[in-house]
Nanobody, 129 residues
Framework: QVHLAESGGGSVQSGGSLTLSCQAS????????MGWFRRAPGKEREGVAA???????FYADSVKGRFNISLDTANNMLTLQMNALKPEDSAMYYC???????????????????????WGQGTQVTVSS
């Protein structure tokens, strides 16, 4: 069974940076795709960014140019570098992954929830103005 463990959340001021990490364990091969989702209080869960083992990436419009996702396939470690953070980035961030397949839409990793079979517990990001 794949276990995903997030780390790196915290509190920063607007304009600051944070790096989130997600370590996949319990699986010796490379995850097919991994991604980050977030949920703010009172809002729906939102797909933030994803990357698959083929190198394709997806970024939500709201984070393009500010966030960068990377996947260390040798170690199944997913990283999200978040720069120029805004208060609206405040949310619980969840790591997700799939060990069975890459699911792409228009050449980019799908951010549909059904495309991910493993989920972490989440790490809180709070950005103050």
């Amino acid at each position: 069974q794949v276990h995903l463990a997030e780390s790196g959340g915290g509190s920063v001021q607007s304009g600051g940076s944070l790096t989130l990490s997600c370590q996949a364990s319990g699986y010796t091969s490379t995850m097919y795709q991994m991604g980050w989702f977030r949920r703010a209080p009172g809002k729906e869960r939102e797909g933030v960014a994803a990357r698959d083992r083929g190198g394709a990436t997806f970024y939500a419009d709201s984070v393009k140019g500010r966030f960068n996702i990377s996947l260390d396939t040798a170690n199944n470690m997913l990283t999200l570098q978040m720069n120029a953070l805004k208060p609206e980035d405040s949310a619980m961030y969840y790591c997700a992954g799939d060990r069975w397949r890459c699911t792409r839409i228009n050449g980019r990793p799908s951010m549909g929830y059904v495309a991910y079979t493993s989920w972490g517990q989440g790490t809180q990001v709070t950005v103050s103005s």
